[in-house]
C-alpha cells in the first residue's frame, strides 16, 4: 500500500528542512567567525612565542636561551640592518611611520644600486634618551647581507652576536607605553622565582640599571588589528 502525503506532511518536511538549513548557516557563520584574525591572546612567553609575521617574511634568527613569566632570553646570531638618519617626530608612532616609508621604499629599489629586496620583519624603532628624536632600522635579507645596498639618508648597522631580553606586547607602540613595558620587562627579570635573576645581574652589569631598549614592530603601520611588537633589551654576558 502506497503511503499517503497530506498537505500537512509537506509542511512538516518544509519545516524540518528550513530548521536544517538554518542550523547549517549558523554553524557556518560560527566557523567563519572563529576563523578570522583574532588580537593576540596576552603573552605566555613561557610558551617560547615567535611572532606569526616570521612564518610569511625572514627575521633575525635566534636560539631561544631561557623563559620566564613576562620575558624571554634569546641569543640572536650576527645580522646587517639598514638604519635611517636620526628622525625628529612627536612620538615614537609617527616616527616609526616615517621610518618604514623610507625603508621600504629602500627595499623596493630606492637605492644607488637600483636593487630589489625581500620584506622582512621587524622594523626596530630605537629613541634618543632625553630628545624627541628616534633612529629605524630595517632587518636586511640574508641574501643581501654580505653586500646591503647604499642609499642617501641610510646606513648600515651591523650586529654581533648578542642577547637579549624580550618582552611581547600588542597594539601601537607609544613612547609612555614603551617605558612602561620595558620597566616591566626589568621587573619580571628581578623576581627570585621567576628565574630571571642571572639575567638581570648581566644586564645591569654590561648596561646599567636603566638600560637603553628597542621596540620591535612585526607589522606594517596600516595594520590596525593582531599586531604584534617586542620590547628588546640588548646586553652582554
Known amino acids: 500500500q502506497k503511503p499517503e502525503y497530506s498537505f500537512l506532511n509537506f509542511q512538516i518536511m518544509e519545516t524540518g528542512l528550513t530548521v536544517l538549513k538554518l542550523s547549517f548557516c549558523l554553524s557556518l557563520v560560527v ?56 628622525i625628529p617626530a612627536p612620538s615614537m608612532t609617527q616616527a616609526t611611520k616615517t621610518g618604514f616609508q623610507r625603508l621600504f621604499s629602500y627595499i623596493k629599489g630606492d637605492n644607488k644600486s637600483r636593487t630589489r629586496m625581500n620584506m622582512t620583519a621587524p622594523v626596530i624603532t630605537q629613541a634618543t634618551p632625553g630628545k624627541s628624536v628616534y633612529t629605524v632600522s630595517f632587518y636586511v635579507a640574508k641574501k643581501n647581507q654580505e653586500n646591503p645596498p647604499l642609499a642617501d639618508g641610510l646606513h648600515v648597522q651591523p650586529w654581533k652576536p648578542t642577547y637579549v631580553a624580550v618582552r611581547q606586547i600588542g597594539g601601537y607602540v607609544t613612547d609612555d607605553a614603551a617605558k612602561t613595558e620595558a620597566a616591566a620587562l626589568m621587573a619580571s627579570l628581578k623576581v627570585p622565582s621567576n628565574n630571571g635573576t642571572e639575567w638581570i645581574v648581566a644586564i645591569e652589569k654590561s648596561k646599567g640599571k636603566s638600560p637603553e631598549y628597542l621596540v620591535a614592530d612585526y607589522n606594517p603601520p596600516f595594520q590596525t588589528t593582531a599586531r604584534v611588537n617586542e620590547i628588546l633589551v640588548p646586553f652582554n654576558m
Open 31 to 86: 566557523v567563519i567567525s572563529c576563523a578570522q584574525p583574532q588580537a593576540p591572546a596576552p603573552w605566555n612567553p613561557s610558551m617560547g612565542m615567535r611572532p606569526g609575521t616570521c612564518d610569511r617574511y625572514e627575521c633575525p634568527a635566534y636560539k631561544l636561551v631561557d623563559t620566564g613569566y613576562g620575558f624571554e632570553i634569546r641569543m640572536y646570531d650576527s645580522a646587517v640592518w639598514m638604519s635611517t638618519a636620526p
